[in-house]
């Protein structure tokens, strides 16, 4: 039987990793298509920002998550491969129509939009975030936009701004335990604060489906992930993927354990027997992933035609 998130007492030392993580390289027109259209409209996917392992996947199949806001994150997190720094409060106002436009020309139905997190601004960035997925809804509105947000330091007004711009699905990631977040995450994001944020998106909206993400090899034990699954669902989280971490570089925590994939299906089976709507497992699962979006978005556009 596979051992589970054994901890290395010599951080240092990186593991090799095991045959089932396996990462293809990226390309095919559909990649060099994407990549091209990126450039020339000078947007940023965080498919690129934080070296997502499905890059391949998602962009040969003509999908792709876009980063609004920049590439600098006002906040450090010690797994994340984003740039950190100060922003200023400067902001792209064209970039919402910038997106829309992007999202039109390449025919896509389901689309993510997360962000860096933008401290220096008064909103931490709400009101841009709510522009640019009502000008996606201007350009068309068949198509699902899912928001991935950042915690907005607890302000609920700048949430209740982007639950009312239109979305479809409301994303936040806990990204860890409890007892690991002080350790992994920026010390300005909270595991309450987490639960708190995706708690009021379903208060006020609570036919808004709400999703959340937990990555395994930090540290944590078995029974600490499931109850991070239990707390989920007691605030009403109905879409949930779980992941593995992987060491975007040597200045970024370690890597625990490598998990086995029997023991994310392990997840996967008690994340359905506590009635998520839906849940991904899997070694290179990421919080936005492409089967998981097909999903929902079938049960959406199903919803839709039945009010």
């Not at 995450?185 to 609570?206: I, M, T």
């Not at 996967?268 to 992933?289: K, Q, T, W």
Request: glycine fraction near 8%.
């Amino acid at each position: 039987m596979p051992r589970f998130l054994t901890v290395i007492k010599e951080p240092e030392v990186r593991l090799q990793k095991p045959e089932w993580i396996k990462v293809r390289l990226p390309t095919g027109e559909n990649y060099v298509r994407i990549k091209g259209l990126l450039r020339e409209a000078n947007l940023h996917t965080v498919c690129e920002e934080a070296n997502c392992p499905n890059i391949a996947e998602c962009w040969g199949g003509g999908t792709a998550t876009f980063m609004l806001m920049g590439d600098t994150c006002t906040r450090g997190c010690r797994f994340c491969n984003v740039k950190v720094g100060n922003p200023q409060q400067v902001l792209d106002g064209d970039e919402p129509s910038k997106i829309a436009n992007a999202v039109k020309m390449l025919g896509l139905k389901y689309i993510v939009l997360t962000s860096v997190a933008r401290d220096d601004l008064p909103d931490e960035g709400a009101e841009h975030i709510a522009k640019t997925v009502e000008a996606i809804n201007r350009a068309d509105s068949s198509i699902l936009v899912e928001t991935l947000i950042p915690d907005f330091r607890g302000d609920v007004s700048a949430l209740r701004r982007v639950i009312e711009s239109g979305i479809a699905v409301l994303a936040h990631n806990v990204e860890t335990v409890k007892r690991l977040t002080p350790s992994v995450r920026d010390r300005r994001a909270g595991y309450e604060q987490s639960l708190e944020v995706l708690r009021n998106a379903k208060l006020l909206k609570p036919d808004l489906i709400t999703k959340s993400s937990i990555m395994l090899g930090l540290g944590e034990t078995e029974s600490e992930v499931i109850q991070t699954m239990a707390d989920l669902r007691s605030v009403g989280v109905g879409a949930l993927t779980i992941g593995q971490y992987l060491q975007p570089s040597r200045g970024h925590l370690p890597v625990t354990e490598y998990v086995h994939p029997e023991i994310f299906e392990k997840f996967r089976r008690i994340g359905e027997e506590m009635d998520f709507l839906y849940v991904a497992s899997g070694p290179l699962v990421r919080s936005s992933y492409k089967a998981g979006e097909y999903y929902l978005e079938n049960i959406i556009r199903r919803k839709r035609q039945h009010s």
